[in-house]
């Protein structure tokens, strides 16, 4: 599984996200994280572009270096697909989607009640997380790191990022 941060102003700016550790920060933790995932790649692809290349762009790219690749994202992404990205038709065909329930939502009945879902479904592959898995949440763990409270969200955090304040304080 290959990990790719985007760049700290697409975060910002784009995604409208109230805060964001630095690309260096984010780098970092990924790798330390990999470093006991054998599993796990991180690459600095985007980091490294002169613009926040679009995932379309990137799955390409990495096709392009040899990765037989797949678009991963939790359930609470799927109703974005329609309006807030690119070349979903392009990138539903020549790669697909992998779509890890979140929230116990009902992916199935999601896709099933949305016309634009229901028309991607062939290229649509639900995995079904583990229940404990299905309330991890960047945006809970954002939440509680700007409020110094990371005891409701300890479950969430990589046990390699005991201690996520000293990247705050960098």
Request: net charge negative; hydrophobic share 35%; glycine share 2%.
């Amino acid at each position: 599984m290959i990990f790719i941060p985007s760049k700290s102003d697409y975060i910002r700016i784009d995604q409208g996200k109230d805060f964001a550790f630095s690309e260096a920060q984010r780098l970092k933790m990924l790798r330390q994280i990999a470093e006991d995932h054998p599993w796990m790649i991180v690459s600095d692809h985007e980091l490294k572009q002169d613009h926040q290349p679009r995932t379309y762009e990137t799955l390409c790219d990495l096709k392009e270096e040899g990765y037989q690749v797949k678009l991963l994202f939790g359930s609470d992404k799927l109703c974005e697909l329609q309006h807030g990205w690119l070349h979903i038709p392009e990138l539903c065909r020549e790669f697909g989607i992998a779509v890890m329930e979140r929230e116990h939502e009902d992916i199935e009945q999601m896709i099933h009640d949305d016309p634009y879902l229901s028309s991607l479904k062939q290229f649509i592959t639900i995995i079904h997380t583990p229940d404990t898995w299905q309330d991890i949440s960047s945006s809970k763990v954002r939440k509680a790191l700007l409020n110094h409270d990371l005891s409701s969200v300890m479950n969430m955090i990589p046990e390699e990022l005991d201690d996520l304040y000293t990247y705050m304080e960098k």
